[in-house]
Protein backbone atom coordinates (compact mmCIF):
# COMPACT_ATOMS: atom_id res chain seq x y z
CA UNK A 1 0.00 0.00 0.00
CA UNK A 2 1.00 3.33 -0.75
CA UNK A 3 -0.10 6.88 -0.66
CA UNK A 4 -0.60 8.94 -3.67
CA UNK A 5 1.19 12.47 -3.04
CA UNK A 6 -1.86 14.28 -4.30
CA UNK A 7 -4.35 12.58 -1.96
CA UNK A 8 -4.93 11.18 1.41
CA UNK A 9 -6.28 8.14 0.23
CA UNK A 10 -3.94 5.52 0.32
CA UNK A 11 -3.47 3.58 -2.88
CA UNK A 12 -3.16 -0.32 -2.94
CA UNK A 13 -2.40 -2.33 -6.11
CA UNK A 14 -4.21 -5.12 -7.03
CA UNK A 15 -5.40 -8.10 -9.67
CA UNK A 16 -8.57 -8.66 -8.41
CA UNK A 17 -10.95 -7.07 -6.26
CA UNK A 18 -13.66 -9.04 -4.28
CA UNK A 19 -16.58 -6.69 -3.37
CA UNK A 20 -20.28 -7.17 -2.06
CA UNK A 21 -19.36 -9.63 0.54
CA UNK A 22 -22.31 -9.97 2.75
CA UNK A 23 -20.13 -11.84 5.63
CA UNK A 24 -16.00 -12.17 5.44
CA UNK A 25 -15.12 -15.49 8.08
CA UNK A 26 -11.31 -14.31 8.26
CA UNK A 27 -10.38 -16.45 11.22
CA UNK A 28 -7.89 -14.04 11.44
CA UNK A 29 -4.98 -15.13 14.07
CA UNK A 30 -4.25 -11.12 14.50
CA UNK A 31 -7.27 -8.54 15.40
CA UNK A 32 -8.50 -7.01 12.49
CA UNK A 33 -10.27 -3.59 12.78
CA UNK A 34 -14.46 -3.80 12.68
CA UNK A 35 -14.07 -7.33 12.49
CA UNK A 36 -16.33 -9.17 15.32
CA UNK A 37 -16.82 -12.81 17.09
CA UNK A 38 -14.04 -15.27 17.89
CA UNK A 39 -13.89 -16.05 13.77
CA UNK A 40 -13.30 -12.47 12.82
CA UNK A 41 -15.97 -11.84 10.75
CA UNK A 42 -16.21 -8.49 8.80
CA UNK A 43 -20.02 -7.51 7.53
CA UNK A 44 -20.08 -5.65 4.02
CA UNK A 45 -16.75 -6.88 2.79
CA UNK A 46 -13.81 -6.52 0.76
CA UNK A 47 -10.72 -8.29 -0.80
CA UNK A 48 -7.86 -7.10 -2.92
CA UNK A 49 -5.53 -9.46 -4.05
CA UNK A 50 -2.16 -9.16 -5.66
CA UNK A 51 -0.09 -11.91 -6.80
CA UNK A 52 -1.71 -14.36 -5.31
CA UNK A 53 -2.00 -12.62 -2.21
CA UNK A 54 -3.96 -10.93 0.17
CA UNK A 55 -3.52 -7.18 0.04
CA UNK A 56 -6.10 -5.20 1.59
CA UNK A 57 -9.38 -6.73 3.52
CA UNK A 58 -11.98 -4.77 5.50
CA UNK A 59 -15.20 -2.93 4.86
CA UNK A 60 -16.68 -1.45 2.01
CA UNK A 61 -17.23 2.31 2.12
CA UNK A 62 -15.42 5.15 3.41
CA UNK A 63 -12.74 3.51 4.55
CA UNK A 64 -11.43 1.79 1.72
CA UNK A 65 -8.38 2.74 -0.23
CA UNK A 66 -7.77 3.39 -4.32
CA UNK A 67 -6.86 0.20 -5.59
CA UNK A 68 -4.66 0.33 -8.98
CA UNK A 69 -3.68 -2.51 -10.91
CA UNK A 70 -0.75 -3.94 -10.13
CA UNK A 71 0.20 -4.89 -14.15
CA UNK A 72 0.47 -1.83 -16.74
CA UNK A 73 -1.50 -2.36 -19.34
CA UNK A 74 -4.15 -4.51 -17.73
CA UNK A 75 -7.56 -4.21 -15.97
CA UNK A 76 -8.12 -4.88 -12.25
CA UNK A 77 -10.60 -7.76 -12.63
CA UNK A 78 -13.53 -7.15 -10.34
CA UNK A 79 -15.60 -9.96 -8.55
CA UNK A 80 -19.32 -9.28 -7.53
CA UNK A 81 -19.67 -11.68 -4.33
CA UNK A 82 -23.31 -10.79 -4.47
CA UNK A 83 -23.64 -10.40 -0.30
CA UNK A 84 -22.40 -14.27 -0.04
CA UNK A 85 -20.35 -15.10 3.55
CA UNK A 86 -16.70 -15.85 2.03
CA UNK A 87 -14.56 -18.17 4.66
CA UNK A 88 -11.10 -20.02 3.95
CA UNK A 89 -11.00 -22.28 1.78
CA UNK A 90 -11.20 -26.13 3.69
CA UNK A 91 -7.50 -27.34 4.71
CA UNK A 92 -7.79 -31.54 4.59
CA UNK A 93 -4.81 -32.45 6.29
CA UNK A 94 -5.09 -36.23 6.64
CA UNK A 95 -6.14 -38.10 3.20
CA UNK A 96 -5.70 -41.08 1.27
CA UNK A 97 -6.59 -40.63 -2.13
CA UNK A 98 -4.66 -41.97 -4.55
CA UNK A 99 -5.85 -45.45 -4.91
CA UNK A 100 -7.40 -47.66 -7.48
CA UNK A 101 -9.92 -50.45 -6.71
CA UNK A 102 -12.78 -49.77 -3.49
CA UNK A 103 -13.32 -51.95 -0.10
CA UNK A 104 -17.10 -52.50 -0.74
CA UNK A 105 -17.33 -56.14 0.68
CA UNK A 106 -15.03 -55.34 3.55
CA UNK A 107 -17.40 -52.57 4.91
CA UNK A 108 -20.24 -55.15 5.05
CA UNK A 109 -17.86 -57.77 6.57
CA UNK A 110 -17.46 -54.77 9.28
CA UNK A 111 -21.59 -54.48 9.62
CA UNK A 112 -21.67 -58.13 9.90
CA UNK A 113 -19.42 -58.00 13.25
CA UNK A 114 -15.50 -58.61 11.38
CA UNK A 115 -13.39 -56.26 13.63
CA UNK A 116 -10.78 -53.69 12.12
CA UNK A 117 -7.97 -55.69 13.44
CA UNK A 118 -9.49 -59.15 11.96
CA UNK A 119 -9.54 -57.67 8.45
CA UNK A 120 -5.92 -56.50 8.68
CA UNK A 121 -5.06 -60.21 10.12
CA UNK A 122 -6.62 -62.05 7.47
CA UNK A 123 -4.24 -59.75 4.96
CA UNK A 124 -7.36 -57.69 3.76
CA UNK A 125 -8.07 -54.07 4.64
CA UNK A 126 -4.74 -51.95 3.60
CA UNK A 127 -3.86 -55.11 1.52
CA UNK A 128 -6.93 -55.44 -0.64
CA UNK A 129 -6.10 -51.64 -1.54
CA UNK A 130 -2.55 -52.50 -2.03
CA UNK A 131 -3.17 -55.20 -4.51
CA UNK A 132 -5.38 -52.99 -6.35
CA UNK A 133 -3.04 -49.70 -6.32
CA UNK A 134 -0.06 -51.99 -7.02
CA UNK A 135 -1.75 -53.53 -10.78
CA UNK A 136 -3.43 -49.94 -12.14
CA UNK A 137 -1.56 -48.12 -14.60
CA UNK A 138 -0.54 -44.80 -13.83
CA UNK A 139 -2.80 -42.90 -15.76
CA UNK A 140 -5.50 -44.99 -14.38
CA UNK A 141 -4.17 -43.92 -10.76
CA UNK A 142 -3.95 -40.02 -11.97
CA UNK A 143 -7.41 -39.87 -13.64
CA UNK A 144 -8.94 -41.54 -10.33
CA UNK A 145 -7.39 -38.85 -7.71
CA UNK A 146 -8.11 -35.47 -10.56
CA UNK A 147 -11.46 -36.89 -9.93
CA UNK A 148 -11.31 -36.86 -6.24
CA UNK A 149 -9.62 -33.63 -6.43
CA UNK A 150 -12.35 -32.01 -8.41
CA UNK A 151 -14.72 -33.53 -5.71
CA UNK A 152 -12.89 -32.31 -2.35
CA UNK A 153 -13.20 -28.65 -4.37
CA UNK A 154 -16.75 -28.78 -4.72
CA UNK A 155 -17.65 -29.37 -0.95
CA UNK A 156 -14.61 -26.56 -0.18
CA UNK A 157 -11.10 -27.66 0.12
CA UNK A 158 -8.76 -25.63 -1.15
CA UNK A 159 -5.37 -27.53 0.30
CA UNK A 160 -5.30 -30.95 0.57
CA UNK A 161 -2.44 -33.46 2.23
CA UNK A 162 -2.26 -37.12 0.04
CA UNK A 163 -0.41 -39.88 1.70
CA UNK A 164 1.39 -42.61 0.12
CA UNK A 165 0.99 -46.52 1.41
CA UNK A 166 -0.76 -47.97 -1.02
CA UNK A 167 2.46 -49.30 -2.99
CA UNK A 168 4.55 -50.57 0.11
CA UNK A 169 7.53 -51.23 -2.06
CA UNK A 170 10.21 -49.30 -3.34
CA UNK A 171 9.03 -48.81 -7.08
CA UNK A 172 5.09 -48.39 -6.36
CA UNK A 173 5.70 -45.98 -3.39
CA UNK A 174 7.49 -43.67 -5.76
CA UNK A 175 5.18 -43.93 -8.64
CA UNK A 176 2.36 -42.87 -6.13
CA UNK A 177 4.70 -39.85 -4.74
CA UNK A 178 5.42 -38.45 -8.23
CA UNK A 179 1.44 -38.73 -9.24
CA UNK A 180 0.80 -37.13 -6.12
CA UNK A 181 3.19 -34.30 -7.17
CA UNK A 182 1.82 -34.24 -10.28
CA UNK A 183 -1.44 -33.26 -8.70
CA UNK A 184 -0.21 -30.71 -7.37
CA UNK A 185 -1.89 -26.98 -8.66
CA UNK A 186 1.62 -25.71 -9.46
CA UNK A 187 2.36 -28.12 -11.77
CA UNK A 188 2.75 -27.86 -15.48
CA UNK A 189 0.59 -30.79 -16.14
CA UNK A 190 -2.16 -29.90 -13.68
CA UNK A 191 -5.72 -30.43 -15.22
CA UNK A 192 -7.70 -27.29 -15.09
CA UNK A 193 -10.44 -29.14 -13.39
CA UNK A 194 -8.00 -29.64 -10.07
CA UNK A 195 -5.81 -26.34 -10.19
CA UNK A 196 -8.28 -25.47 -7.00
CA UNK A 197 -6.45 -26.94 -4.73
CA UNK A 198 -3.12 -27.39 -3.55
CA UNK A 199 -1.27 -30.71 -2.69
CA UNK A 200 0.84 -31.73 -0.27
CA UNK A 201 2.66 -35.34 -0.34
CA UNK A 202 3.52 -37.30 2.48
CA UNK A 203 5.17 -40.80 2.31
CA UNK A 204 3.87 -43.48 4.52
CA UNK A 205 5.49 -46.77 3.64
CA UNK A 206 5.24 -47.38 7.09
CA UNK A 207 1.42 -48.24 6.84
CA UNK A 208 1.22 -52.15 6.75
CA UNK A 209 3.65 -54.73 6.38
CA UNK A 210 3.23 -56.34 2.61
CA UNK A 211 2.88 -59.99 2.12
CA UNK A 212 5.96 -60.40 0.65
CA UNK A 213 7.89 -59.43 4.07
CA UNK A 214 4.95 -60.77 6.56
CA UNK A 215 7.48 -63.44 7.70
CA UNK A 216 10.62 -61.23 8.13
CA UNK A 217 9.08 -57.38 8.56
CA UNK A 218 12.49 -56.40 9.94
CA UNK A 219 13.60 -56.47 6.16
CA UNK A 220 10.89 -54.28 5.65
CA UNK A 221 11.48 -51.91 8.10
CA UNK A 222 14.99 -51.57 6.41
CA UNK A 223 13.93 -51.15 3.29
CA UNK A 224 11.84 -48.11 4.05
CA UNK A 225 14.82 -46.69 6.61
CA UNK A 226 17.64 -47.27 4.02
CA UNK A 227 16.02 -46.93 0.95
CA UNK A 228 12.86 -45.51 0.51
CA UNK A 229 13.16 -42.46 2.88
CA UNK A 230 16.75 -41.13 1.41
CA UNK A 231 15.33 -42.11 -2.11
CA UNK A 232 11.66 -39.87 -1.31
CA UNK A 233 13.43 -36.50 0.03
CA UNK A 234 12.04 -33.84 -2.01
CA UNK A 235 9.17 -35.69 -2.93
CA UNK A 236 7.58 -35.90 0.11
CA UNK A 237 6.82 -32.94 2.50
CA UNK A 238 5.75 -35.35 5.18
CA UNK A 239 6.74 -39.15 7.05
CA UNK A 240 4.07 -40.82 8.50
CA UNK A 241 4.03 -44.03 10.46
CA UNK A 242 0.87 -45.95 11.39
CA UNK A 243 2.03 -47.23 15.19
CA UNK A 244 -0.34 -49.59 15.91
CA UNK A 245 -0.13 -53.23 17.15
CA UNK A 246 -1.41 -54.49 13.78
CA UNK A 247 0.82 -52.05 11.75
CA UNK A 248 4.07 -50.87 13.11
CA UNK A 249 4.98 -51.12 16.57
CA UNK A 250 6.99 -47.80 18.75
CA UNK A 251 10.31 -48.86 18.62
CA UNK A 252 9.80 -49.56 14.56
CA UNK A 253 8.05 -45.99 14.57
CA UNK A 254 10.63 -44.52 16.47
CA UNK A 255 13.33 -45.57 14.14
CA UNK A 256 11.55 -44.74 11.20
CA UNK A 257 10.51 -41.09 12.38
CA UNK A 258 13.58 -40.91 14.38
CA UNK A 259 15.67 -41.20 10.30
CA UNK A 260 13.24 -39.47 8.93
CA UNK A 261 13.62 -36.40 10.83
CA UNK A 262 17.38 -36.24 9.96
CA UNK A 263 16.69 -36.68 6.70
CA UNK A 264 14.93 -33.11 6.54
CA UNK A 265 10.97 -34.36 6.53
CA UNK A 266 8.81 -33.23 8.45
CA UNK A 267 6.74 -35.65 11.04
CA UNK A 268 3.06 -36.95 11.08
CA UNK A 269 1.90 -40.06 12.60
CA UNK A 270 -1.20 -42.28 13.15
CA UNK A 271 -1.42 -42.71 16.52
CA UNK A 272 -3.21 -44.60 19.08
CA UNK A 273 -6.85 -45.26 16.98
CA UNK A 274 -7.18 -48.50 17.79
CA UNK A 275 -5.36 -49.07 21.20
CA UNK A 276 -3.30 -46.90 23.41
CA UNK A 277 0.41 -47.83 21.40
CA UNK A 278 2.42 -45.11 22.94
CA UNK A 279 1.86 -43.49 19.39
CA UNK A 280 1.08 -39.51 21.02
CA UNK A 281 3.72 -39.92 23.24
CA UNK A 282 6.01 -40.47 20.37
CA UNK A 283 4.95 -37.92 18.57
CA UNK A 284 5.48 -35.75 21.18
CA UNK A 285 8.95 -36.63 21.84
CA UNK A 286 10.18 -36.40 18.29
CA UNK A 287 8.20 -33.01 17.63
CA UNK A 288 6.22 -34.22 15.40
CA UNK A 289 3.54 -31.69 13.56
CA UNK A 290 0.67 -33.42 14.17
CA UNK A 291 -0.93 -36.75 15.38
CA UNK A 292 -3.68 -37.96 14.20
CA UNK A 293 -6.91 -40.38 15.58
CA UNK A 294 -6.02 -39.93 19.07
CA UNK A 295 -8.66 -42.12 20.06
CA UNK A 296 -7.18 -44.10 23.20
CA UNK A 297 -4.66 -41.29 23.75
CA UNK A 298 -3.89 -40.75 27.56
CA UNK A 299 -4.10 -37.25 29.48
CA UNK A 300 -0.67 -37.32 30.11
CA UNK A 301 0.50 -38.05 26.60
CA UNK A 302 -2.00 -35.03 25.40
CA UNK A 303 -0.20 -32.91 27.92
CA UNK A 304 3.10 -33.94 25.83
CA UNK A 305 1.36 -33.34 22.95
CA UNK A 306 0.41 -29.71 24.10
CA UNK A 307 3.98 -28.91 25.65
CA UNK A 308 5.23 -30.07 22.55
CA UNK A 309 3.63 -27.99 20.18
CA UNK A 310 2.40 -31.31 18.21
CA UNK A 311 -1.18 -30.78 16.65
CA UNK A 312 -4.47 -33.20 17.49
CA UNK A 313 -5.69 -34.27 13.86
CA UNK A 314 -9.49 -35.61 14.76
CA UNK A 315 -11.02 -37.90 12.18
CA UNK A 316 -14.67 -38.17 13.10
CA UNK A 317 -15.13 -39.95 9.42
CA UNK A 318 -13.79 -43.25 11.17
CA UNK A 319 -15.86 -43.68 14.19
CA UNK A 320 -18.59 -43.29 11.41
CA UNK A 321 -17.61 -45.87 9.34
CA UNK A 322 -16.59 -48.45 12.05
CA UNK A 323 -19.37 -47.49 14.27
CA UNK A 324 -16.93 -46.84 17.07
CA UNK A 325 -16.70 -44.78 20.05
CA UNK A 326 -16.30 -40.58 18.92
CA UNK A 327 -13.54 -38.79 20.66
CA UNK A 328 -14.70 -35.99 22.59
CA UNK A 329 -13.23 -32.73 20.84
CA UNK A 330 -13.85 -31.00 24.66
CA UNK A 331 -11.12 -33.61 26.41
CA UNK A 332 -8.68 -32.33 23.30
CA UNK A 333 -9.50 -28.79 23.81
CA UNK A 334 -9.71 -28.35 27.77
CA UNK A 335 -5.75 -29.58 27.74
CA UNK A 336 -5.02 -26.73 25.58
CA UNK A 337 -4.04 -28.39 21.95
CA UNK A 338 -5.03 -26.92 18.80
CA UNK A 339 -7.28 -29.36 16.98
CA UNK A 340 -7.56 -29.87 13.57
CA UNK A 341 -10.32 -31.93 11.84
CA UNK A 342 -10.20 -34.22 8.62
CA UNK A 343 -11.94 -36.62 6.11
CA UNK A 344 -9.18 -39.15 6.38
CA UNK A 345 -10.78 -40.22 2.69
CA UNK A 346 -9.34 -43.85 2.30
CA UNK A 347 -11.63 -46.70 0.62
CA UNK A 348 -12.01 -48.72 3.85
CA UNK A 349 -12.63 -46.65 6.69
CA UNK A 350 -13.61 -43.25 5.39
CA UNK A 351 -14.70 -43.14 2.24
CA UNK A 352 -15.39 -39.19 2.34
CA UNK A 353 -14.24 -36.18 0.33
CA UNK A 354 -17.24 -33.67 2.22
CA UNK A 355 -15.56 -31.41 4.68
CA UNK A 356 -18.98 -30.39 5.54
CA UNK A 357 -20.07 -33.55 6.32
CA UNK A 358 -16.94 -33.45 9.00
CA UNK A 359 -17.49 -30.41 10.35
CA UNK A 360 -21.60 -31.36 11.01
CA UNK A 361 -20.40 -34.61 12.67
CA UNK A 362 -17.54 -33.18 15.05
CA UNK A 363 -20.23 -30.52 16.00
CA UNK A 364 -22.89 -33.24 16.71
CA UNK A 365 -20.98 -36.07 18.16
CA UNK A 366 -17.97 -34.52 19.53
CA UNK A 367 -19.00 -31.65 21.41
CA UNK A 368 -17.58 -28.94 19.24
CA UNK A 369 -19.37 -25.54 18.81
CA UNK A 370 -19.55 -24.55 14.72
CA UNK A 371 -16.28 -21.53 15.81
CA UNK A 372 -14.60 -24.83 17.26
CA UNK A 373 -15.37 -26.54 14.22
CA UNK A 374 -14.45 -23.91 11.50
CA UNK A 375 -11.11 -23.14 13.07
CA UNK A 376 -10.42 -26.79 13.37
CA UNK A 377 -11.26 -26.98 9.48
CA UNK A 378 -9.08 -24.31 8.29
CA UNK A 379 -6.36 -22.78 10.07
CA UNK A 380 -5.60 -25.69 12.44
CA UNK A 381 -5.50 -27.59 9.57
CA UNK A 382 -3.40 -25.63 8.45
CA UNK A 383 -1.06 -25.90 11.19
CA UNK A 384 -1.36 -29.75 10.81
CA UNK A 385 0.90 -28.97 7.66
CA UNK A 386 2.79 -26.51 8.98
CA UNK A 387 1.22 -24.20 6.13
CA UNK A 388 -0.61 -21.88 8.89
CA UNK A 389 1.54 -18.82 7.29
CA UNK A 390 0.21 -19.41 4.28
CA UNK A 391 -3.19 -20.65 3.86
CA UNK A 392 -6.50 -21.28 6.64
CA UNK A 393 -7.10 -17.85 7.15
CA UNK A 394 -8.15 -14.63 5.47
CA UNK A 395 -4.98 -12.16 6.37
CA UNK A 396 -2.93 -9.48 4.86
CA UNK A 397 0.25 -11.44 2.89
CA UNK A 398 -1.51 -14.97 2.91
CA UNK A 399 -3.02 -16.56 0.07
CA UNK A 400 -6.40 -16.14 -1.16
CA UNK A 401 -8.04 -19.01 -0.80
CA UNK A 402 -11.35 -18.85 -0.58
CA UNK A 403 -14.89 -20.63 -0.17
CA UNK A 404 -18.22 -19.24 -1.52
CA UNK A 405 -21.44 -20.61 0.69
CA UNK A 406 -25.08 -20.38 -0.63
CA UNK A 407 -26.01 -19.46 2.64
CA UNK A 408 -27.07 -15.89 4.17
CA UNK A 409 -24.97 -16.22 7.24
CA UNK A 410 -22.08 -18.24 8.38
CA UNK A 411 -24.07 -19.93 11.09
CA UNK A 412 -25.71 -22.21 8.99
CA UNK A 413 -22.96 -23.96 8.28
CA UNK A 414 -23.73 -26.93 10.11
CA UNK A 415 -27.44 -26.64 10.90
CA UNK A 416 -28.58 -26.94 7.33
CA UNK A 417 -27.15 -30.09 6.54
CA UNK A 418 -27.44 -33.16 4.27
CA UNK A 419 -26.57 -31.08 1.33
CA UNK A 420 -23.63 -29.48 -0.41
CA UNK A 421 -23.80 -25.62 0.95
CA UNK A 422 -20.94 -24.53 -1.39
CA UNK A 423 -21.87 -22.53 -3.97
CA UNK A 424 -18.16 -22.22 -5.43
CA UNK A 425 -14.37 -21.77 -4.11
CA UNK A 426 -11.54 -19.07 -5.32
CA UNK A 427 -8.27 -20.00 -5.70
CA UNK A 428 -5.10 -18.12 -6.38
CA UNK A 429 -1.93 -20.09 -5.75
CA UNK A 430 1.39 -19.33 -5.95
Known sequence: MALDPYQSTPVVRVSTVIRNIGQLVTIAQQPIPGASGPLQVLERALLGVSQNRIVWLGQEGEGEPQFQTDTPGTDITVIDAREAVVTPGFVDSHTHLLFAGNRAEEFHMRRSGIGYGELLARGLGILTTMN?????????????????????????????EIKTGYGLSLEAEEVSLRLINKLNATSEIAQPATQKVRVVPTFLGAHSVPPEYRDRRAAYVDLVLHEMLPRFVGLARFCDVFCEREAFTYDESLRILTRAKELGYYLKLHADQLSPAGGARLAAELGAISADHLDHASDPDLEAMREAGVVATLLPGCSY????????????????????????FNPGTSYCENMQMILGLAMSAMHMSLEEALTATTINGARALALQDEVGSLELGKQCDLIFWSIQDYREIGYHFGTNLVQSTFTQHT
Open 132 to 160: ATRAADEETLLTLARERLVSLNAYGTTTV
Open 321 to 344: TLRSPYPSARRFLDHGLHVALATD
